[in-house]
């Protein structure tokens, strides 16, 4: 009889230790571009080891292309899913690199260019996925937009009918769709925010939508609950994506995560495992109208 070598830590120790604390000082246009990021966001998770949880799944990721939803995305390959994801048209190109990944992985992705702010291209992207692969059982609401603004007399109504369509009227768009398919066992995720729950001198729209995120998912979940469906929330504090460049001026992105115990920001790997617990039902059955904040050491959220 052999025994199994226990996995070693070290290496996820040496990893977390080497994580970088200071971002370069960039600023991109809108929408921002992860391949053009002068210090690319890590999101493969070597040192994660899968277990099959999502075996036979179908997810669908919006935001997809790049940053904690590629992070995601792949994870959720890795654990067995097939992979649908929503993003930008200008996205195309972290896209591909997006769905390459997945593939690698043995599993399907399907790529579908769009825009959030139209009901009906959710409702859309909810039925390719579902023609596509044939079910859909986990909805990962996750795209975003945010711009820095000193303050509200900066943000004319076009920003802040733009914000609140892409953070949360896009959010109700394709939980509603996606409900029309979704079996017993299947799980809805919302990407919140620490600004959610603490607010944001700089981002009172977003930090607005944010808030909207949360209590959607307290309230779906209850609604939800004899249906057998669950519903979460991961609410990050900084993480490096490129929305932080394209939103911030190039000095203050340079600053980004430093004020957090920690004193860096977080990478979309981080972030990942707490979207395949929510998924998992084997992890996280249980679980129902949680909001989740992963804020590097912070305890005082909320």
């Keep these: 009889m052999t025994t199994r070598k226990k996995p070693t830590s070290s ?56 940053g904690i939803g590629r992070a995601v995305a792949y994870m959720f390959a890795r654990e067995g899913a097939n992979v649908a994801i929503v993003y930008r048209p200008e996205e195309e190109p972290d896209a591909v690199e997006t769905a390459r990944a997945i593939e690698e992985t043995g599993r399907r992705c399907l790529k579908m260019p769009g825009n959030v702010t139209s009901a009906a291209f959710c409702r859309r992207a909810v039925e390719r996925t579902v023609k596509a692969f044939g079910q859909l059982d986990v909805l990962v609401n996750n795209a975003a937009h945010q711009k820095d603004k000193q303050s509200i007399e900066e943000i004319d109504d076009a920003e802040f009918e733009k914000t609140f369509k892409t953070n949360i009227f896009a959010y109700f768009w394709f939980a509603k769709a996606a409900l029309e398919h979704m079996p017993e066992g299947a799980a809805i995720i919302n990407t919140g925010s620490v600004t959610g729950l603490e607010g944001s001198k700089t981002l009172i729209d977003y930090s607005a939508t944010k808030g909207a995120i949360h209590a959607f998912t307290k309230s779906l979940a209850q609604s939800l609950v004899e249906r057998k469906i669950r519903v979460n929330c991961v ?56 909001v989740l904040a992963l804020l590097g050491g912070e305890t005082t959220a909320g």
């Design 235 to 290: 609410a990050p504090g900084p993480v490096w994506t490129p929305l932080n460049p394209q939103s911030k001026p190039a000095k203050e992105v340079g600053k980004f995560g430093q004020d957090t115990p920690y004193k860096r920001p977080a990478q979309p790997e981080e972030m990942a495992p707490a979207y395949v617990f929510f998924a998992s039902a084997a992890d996280s059955s249980y679980i129902t109208g949680e």
């Design 11 to 66: 290496k996820a120790v040496a990893r977390a230790k080497s994580h970088p604390k200071k971002m370069p000082a960039q600023h991109q246009r809108e929408p921002g571009s992860q391949r053009d990021l002068e210090l690319q966001p890590r999101w493969r998770a070597p040192t994660y080891s899968p277990a099959g949880k999502l075996a036979g799944k179908v997810a669908l990721v919006t935001g997809g292309d790049s």
